[in-house]
């Protein structure tokens, strides 16, 4: 699915106010909290590590559940994709299920095309996201792109942090690199795409993705520049968060936005949708992201009597 929004005014560049009580409603998730544990949350705010642990803590509870196939995957990732899809909708972002009548005819045109693919460790994610790409490639036919793979390589960060762990994969571009590079050469782009490479191996968080992306992209002033951001649906409303901002404080030029989830159709649960990597990844983003954007007076209004 692509989610596009043309830049073309100031005040677009600005992030969006955000109304969750839709969602909220649809959802009814904050009703069975305790009403001290939610104002406690919400005077933590300014502690993301604190917060990062209480959405990870309630992540984890769900993707055990599912490890102990306890719970029913296309029903939880229906009502979790519904979430974001109207998060990103939310957000100004106009969905386009097909992007070949949309953007066919501006891609002949004097347009500068970037492409970010945002890395990660699951191996099944990285490649659901770089097979986004190339259906970027097969669907819009771009004469001329650019194809930025960013994503560090986490034991160097951990290590900075005096840190141990598991790492599943050592350098999140340069896979994602490798992996496009297999897929085209078994089976080939259309004739007429030229596509440049570029790795970005220093970014270990989404807004170190987005600034180092800006950072690396020499920017047309005498074309338009429309820049594509390839991730996990569960992903973009951050990403476009954080983006909007940049944007907003570096004033680069571009003129349109778009983003693609790996994801497709997102209404059906992929492979990757199935790994306990990206439940937890995808839960994760769920509770971080209704938890940030629900408005406080409607947080105690349950649709039904609490068990």
């Known amino acids: 699915m692509y989610y596009t929004k043309k830049l073309t005014k100031a005040e677009d560049k600005a992030v969006p106010e955000y109304d969750a009580r839709g969602i909220l409603r649809v959802l009814n998730y904050f009703p069975f909290i305790n009403a001290r544990h939610v104002n406690l949350l919400r005077e933590s705010m300014d502690n993301p590590d604190w917060v990062g642990a209480f959405c990870d803590m309630s992540a984890a509870a769900i993707t055990q559940l599912h490890y102990q196939k306890m719970i029913n995957l296309e029903l939880v990732w229906s009502t979790v994709s519904d979430f974001f899809h109207q998060a990103i909708q939310m957000r100004g972002f106009d969905a386009i299920p097909s992007p070949e009548d949309e953007f066919g005819n501006e891609h002949k045109k004097d347009t500068q095309i970037e492409i970010l693919v945002a890395g990660t460790q699951a191996q099944e994610m990285y490649r659901a996201r770089v097979d986004g790409v190339i259906r970027i490639?097969?669907?819009?036919?771009?004469?001329?792109?650019?194809?930025?793979?960013?994503?560090?390589?986490?034991?160097?960060?951990?290590?900075?942090?005096?840190?141990?762990?598991?790492?599943?994969?050592?350098?999140?571009?340069?896979?994602?690199?490798?992996?496009?590079?297999?897929?085209?050469?078994?089976?080939?782009?259309?004739?007429?795409?030229?596509?440049?490479?570029?790795?970005?191996?220093?970014?270990?968080?989404?807004?170190?993705?987005?600034?180092?992306?800006?950072?690396?992209?020499?920017?047309?002033?005498?074309?338009?520049?429309?820049?594509?951001?390839?991730?996990?649906?569960?992903?973009?409303?951050?990403?476009?968060?954080?983006?909007?901002?940049?944007?907003?404080?570096?004033?680069?030029?571009?003129?349109?936005?778009?983003?693609?989830?790996?994801?497709?159709?997102?209404?059906?649960?992929?492979?990757?949708?199935?790994?306990?990597?990206?439940?937890?990844?995808?839960?994760?983003?769920?509770?971080?992201?209704?938890?940030?954007?629900?408005?406080?007076?409607?947080?105690?209004?349950?649709?039904?009597?609490?068990?």
């Open 137 to 307: 490639l097969r669907e819009t036919m771009p004469p001329k792109c650019r194809i930025i793979f960013s994503g560090a390589n986490p034991a160097a960060s951990m290590e900075r942090m005096g840190l141990q762990g598991g790492v599943a994969t050592l350098n999140e571009a340069a896979d994602m690199e490798l992996y496009f590079r297999k897929r085209i050469e078994r089976n080939p782009l259309p004739k007429g795409i030229e596509v440049s490479l570029k790795r970005e191996s220093q970014s270990d968080t989404t807004a170190k993705n987005i600034e180092n992306f800006f950072k690396k992209v020499s920017f047309s002033t005498d074309k338009k520049n429309h820049v594509y951001i390839v991730s996990s649906l569960f992903h973009l409303p951050r990403f476009i968060d954080l983006t909007m901002k940049e944007i907003a404080e570096t004033n680069v030029l571009v003129s349109e936005l778009t983003f693609v989830s790996s994801e497709d159709p997102i209404d059906a649960p992929t492979q990757a949708v199935g790994t306990p990597d990206y439940l937890k990844s995808c839960m994760f983003e769920f509770f971080l992201l209704l938890y940030k954007d629900t408005p406080k007076d409607q947080i105690f209004k349950p649709i039904h009597k609490p068990i």
